[in-house]
């Protein structure tokens, strides 16, 4: 409590945020773990899980905009906290599927809700922090995606060991419901917060100086700026990477290496702890950019840049001699993909009104999930014939691609640049 008083309470905010993030990909996560069990229990392909997949990758996509928008519309606290309750429901009812198209019903229904926890994300930040420390509140709930990723593989192994699979569900989505209530107790704007001091409130309107010039204040300007195009089309590029590492690495542990769910519950969470330090490398590295003289804009794309370069480590899983090794250049490719990704939904911030940064981070989200689901649709496709390897050098490719047209379309223009101080 002393913490809050003494003006610390955004990063409570960003806490309680974060928090929530780990407990929404902990719950879409759970099919991926148990995603071999699932296969001999409904006899299902690669093609079918395909399926699966794209049905809460489409319902996701449509819904990041939808989403962002709702979020808007009623404001951070009520609108995530619907969402919220609406995942939490959505994973326990996987545990009444039957077979594959049922499964991928209730893989809708979770899609569909799951979309706010960017978006939410992003508004939070935008409204509780000053451009400077942006990068950082964005990288710290950023790492619940890969910390919930990182949990899934041991939890769920458990649950399916000392129970079944209809009990990881149940317990994933109970987690998620215990969340919900605490976001609805513990949130509120700035503006409405009663244990927000003087203090933290002018230290949050006087980091303003520092922003960008001219933001996009409709849904109109942001789809007609020239940023929110510079920030989608990278994101619809990088996004396969991690969607391959959320949804697949399990399934070619299983092919490429005949692990058994003992042994991914073992290794499959390492990628995602490497993903921690790549999300927070994203939140310190602008800051010290910044400090040497780097303007605002410039710090995200460098440090978009150095991510998507690192991006080679999962490229050459194709020359890995073990499966230790393969694990080691999906931590590479984790910890690349969080580095480049933290510094996108930190643009989306800095670029954009807080008034529409909900909206922008939705429609950019949909963006990126459409080249997800789209990627996903080919390695359905292609996986079971050619193997997985030539599908990660592609996504190495795809995210050179995305830093070359950030540096392209994205100028500094606009931008005010900070102090070192």
Known sequence: MNAIRTGRLRWWIIGLVTLGTILNYLARSTLSVAAPTLKTEFAMTTEQYSW??????????????????????????LGFFLFAIGWALSNMAHAFATGWASLAFFRTLLGATEAAAIP??????????????????????????????????????????????????????????????????????PAEHPRLSQRERDL?????????????????????????????????????????????IPLYLVSAWNLDLKAIALWAWLPFLAADFGSLAAGVLPGWLMKRGTGLIASRKITMTIGALCMAGPACIGLATSPGMAIALFCIGGFAHQMLNGALITLCADVFDKKTVG?????????AWIGGMLFTLLIGQSADTFGYDPLFAALAG??????????????DSGQKVPSAA
């Open 52 to 77: 699966v997949v794209l049905a809460f990758q489409a319902s996701y996509t449509v819904m990041q905009t939808v989403a962002g928008t709702v979020l808007d519309a009623l404001g951070t606290r």
């Open 120 to 189: 939410a994300g992003a508004k939070t930040v935008a409204t509780w922090f000053p451009p400077r420390e942006r990068s950082l509140a964005t990288s710290l709930f950023q790492m619940g995606t890969s910390v919930g990723n990182m949990i899934a593989p041991p939890l769920v192994a458990f649950c399916i060991l000392a129970w079944n699979w209809e009990a990881a569900f149940v317990v994933t989505g109970v987690l998620s419901l215990v969340w919900a209530g605490l976001w609805w107790f513990g949130y509120r704007d």
């Open 204 to 248: 949050i309107e006087a980091g303003r100086a520092e922003d960008v010039a001219a933001k996009p204040a409709t849904k109109r300007d942001v789809l007609r700026s020239r940023s929110f195009w510079a920030i989608a089309t990278p994101r619809f590029l990088s996004e396969p990477a991690w969607q391959t590492f959320n949804f697949f």
């Open 359 to 367: 909206t922008a981070s939705g429609m950019a989200g949909t963006s």
């Open 398 to 411: 795809l995210d050179l691609v995305a830093a070359v047209v950030l540096w392209t379309l994205l100028k």
